[in-house]
T-cell receptor
Framework: GAGVSQSPSNKVTEKGKDVELRCDPISGHTALYWYRQSLGQGLEFLIYFQGNSAPDKSGLPSDRFSAERTGGSVSTLTIQRTQQEDSAVYLC????????????FGEGSRLTVL | KNEVEQSPQNLTAQEGEFITINCSYSVGISALHWLQQHPGGGIVSLFMLSSGKKKHGRLIATINIQEKHSSLHITASHPRDSAVYICAVSGTYKYIFGTGTRLKVLA
């Protein structure tokens, strides 16, 4: 597709289970970002990938969170042993370059941890 | 103090009114972005600007680099303009986002 694609759009899970969220950025975009947005709150930076460089993981809230980006394209955000406070919308965005280009967001993955 | 401040936080307007949302920032930037988020929806980029003014339809964005300030104007507002408008800045660091302005336009 032409835009940033995220899946699943909605995920309900039980506390303690692991979840994987997927992001397929716009083709050719070297920069990929993951953000978290809790209800009524602003965007919280999680992790940033730029080409083949080491990712900037400075926003990951705990070691239960990890992400990878395979082949410079698709990215997966994994949350292990989910907690209720992990409930949020997880947004992926991509851009042509690092930190300077127009950001294109996916529709987000809404995670609910029961 | 946040590096990107928006005002107002909430705004209710009547259809047809001229609307202004302000954004001030305290860091050096390469560009400033205005984003729109509809309830339950994704985020759409409205403008990216580094100087002067840009116009798209009823939306106008201006930036004053010296004063580190930007404004988003909506002319002839319509209920479909109801959304959260987010200001973000970018440079050699990560994007920094404001907390958003929640706009409601009443018919």
């Amino acid at each position: 597709g032409a835009g940033v694609s995220q899946s699943p759009s909605n995920k309900v899970t039980e506390k303690g289970k692991d979840v994987e969220l997927r992001c397929d950025p716009i083709s050719g975009h070297t920069a990929l970002y993951w953000y978290r947005q809790s209800l009524g709150q602003g965007l919280e930076f999680l992790i940033y990938f730029q080409g083949n460089s080491a990712p900037d993981k400075s926003g990951l809230p705990s070691d239960r969170f990890s992400a990878e980006r395979t082949g410079g394209s698709v990215s997966t955000l994994t949350i292990q042993r989910t907690q209720q406070e992990d409930s949020a919308v997880y947004l992926c965005a991509s851009s042509l370059g690092s930190h300077t280009g127009e950001l294109f967001f996916g529709e987000g993955s809404r995670l609910t941890v029961l | 103090k946040n590096e990107v401040e928006q005002s107002p936080q909430n705004l209710t307007a009547q259809e047809g009114e001229f609307i202004t949302i302000n954004c001030s920032y305290s860091v050096g930037i390469s560009a400033l972005h205005w984003l729109q988020q509809h309830p339950g929806g994704g985020i759409v980029s409205l403008f990216m600007l580094s100087s002067g003014k840009k116009k798209h339809g009823r939306l106008i964005a201006t930036i004053n680099i010296q004063e580190k300030h930007s404004s988003l104007h909506i002319t002839a507002s319509h209920p479909r303009d109801s959304a959260v408008y987010i200001c973000a800045v970018s440079g050699t660091y990560k994007y920094i986002f404001g907390t958003g302005t929640r706009l409601k336009v009443l018919a």
